[in-house]
């Protein structure tokens, strides 16, 4: 098996780029864990790299032609080779209750369901980082009153310390895909537990950004809030204007009127 040829369904564009893939495995710390998954392997650009840090290397990988090569072309992989699809797998048949980091070219019809996965999971998840359609990386790391500041910010920087890294451009990449990429790190905080309920948050947060251009008052009707929570001038700004101190001051505030 000389090649893998990428499939559309997949969102699969190989990066062929090794420079490119050489930077994307340095941007892990390595520190606070001893294993690291990396999901979307493909052809192994980005394996190859990983494989020569001092850290245990597993790759998922949904895709049994990638896994075929994988096997045939990495024997410092056999054994670590998860053939699942990541947002499905129970990830602690490998991993038990152990620290790992995530790395990986992200397919980009799912990248934005990978962070939310992460997230699920970032009890066990220090580090994570990797390359995404730009927008959506930009998006993760995006400050308080952009266009593009969303869920995915507010809930991605309650948790972690994120950071956009360096652009890819599309010629790099096989098919090249018809938009540019960005790599973009996440590095847990040191105190991640969030002093009010996390589900509660979650639930403010997307409902606040589904009417995006209302104030708080009219976008969080739906939470049956209190006539006198609603006065607090809080609710007087739109979704985008908070960042994410004053989510969870909000969350707070709701929580005291007894949602």
């Given at each position: 098996?000389?090649?893998?040829?990428?499939?559309?369904?997949?969102?699969?564009?190989?990066l062929?780029?090794?420079?490119?893939?050489?930077?994307?495995?340095?941007?892990?710390?390595?520190?606070?864990?001893?294993?690291?998954?990396?999901?979307?392997p493909?052809?192994?650009?980005?394996?190859?790299?990983?494989?020569?840090?001092?850290?245990?290397?597993?790759?998922?990988?949904?895709?049994?032609?990638?896994?075929?090569?994988?096997?045939?072309?990495?024997?410092?992989?056999?054994?670590?080779?998860?053939?699942?699809?990541?947002?499905?797998?129970?990830i602690?048949?490998?991993?038990?209750?152990?620290?790992?980091?995530?790395?990986?070219?992200f397919?980009?019809?799912i990248?934005?369901?990978?962070?939310?996965?992460?997230?699920?999971?970032?009890?066990?998840?220090?580090?994570?980082?990797?390359?995404?359609?730009?927008?959506?990386?930009?998006?993760?790391?995006?400050?308080?009153?952009?266009?593009?500041?969303?869920?995915?910010?507010?809930?991605?920087?309650?948790?972690?310390?994120?950071?956009?890294?360096?652009?890819?451009?599309?010629?790099?990449?096989?098919?090249?895909?018809?938009?540019?990429?960005?790599?973009?790190?996440m590095?847990?905080?040191?105190?991640?537990?969030?002093?009010?309920?996390?589900?509660?948050?979650?639930?403010?947060?997307?409902t606040?950004?589904?009417?995006?251009?209302?104030t708080?008052?009219?976008?969080?009707?739906t939470?049956?809030?209190?006539?006198?929570?609603?006065?607090?001038?809080?609710?007087?700004?739109?979704?985008?204007?908070?960042?994410?101190?004053?989510?969870?001051?909000?969350?707070?505030?709701i929580?005291?009127?007894?949602?």
């Open positions: 098996m000389d090649k893998v040829k990428a499939k559309k369904h997949l969102g699969q564009h190989f062929k780029d090794e420079s490119i893939a050489k930077d994307i495995a340095d941007t892990l710390s390595l520190e606070g864990y001893n294993d690291v998954l990396e999901i979307g493909g052809m192994g650009v980005l394996t190859k790299y990983m494989l020569d840090k001092p850290i245990n290397t597993y790759v998922i990988e949904i895709d049994t032609e990638s896994v075929d090569y994988l096997n045939a072309h990495y024997p410092k992989l056999h054994g670590k080779i998860i053939s699942q699809d990541f947002l499905k797998y129970n602690k048949e490998v991993f038990e209750n152990k620290q790992f980091a995530i790395i990986g070219n397919p980009y019809n990248s934005s369901q990978i962070v939310f996965r992460v997230l699920e999971l970032k009890e066990q998840i220090p580090e994570f980082s990797g390359m995404f359609q730009k927008e959506v990386a930009e998006r993760i790391c995006e400050k308080k009153g952009s266009k593009t500041y969303g869920i995915l910010s507010v809930l991605a920087q309650a948790f972690y310390d994120t950071e956009y890294l360096f652009t890819v451009g599309e010629h790099v990449f096989n098919p090249p895909p018809k938009v540019k990429s960005g790599v973009m790190r590095r847990r905080k040191e105190d991640f537990n969030l002093p009010c309920g996390e589900k509660l948050f979650f639930t403010v947060v997307k606040a950004f589904q009417q995006r251009r209302k708080l008052r009219n976008s969080l009707k939470l049956n809030l209190s006539d006198n929570l609603r006065e607090d001038s809080i609710f007087d700004l739109r979704p985008e204007q908070l960042d994410v101190a004053q989510f969870i001051e909000l969350t707070q505030k929580e005291a009127d007894g949602i």
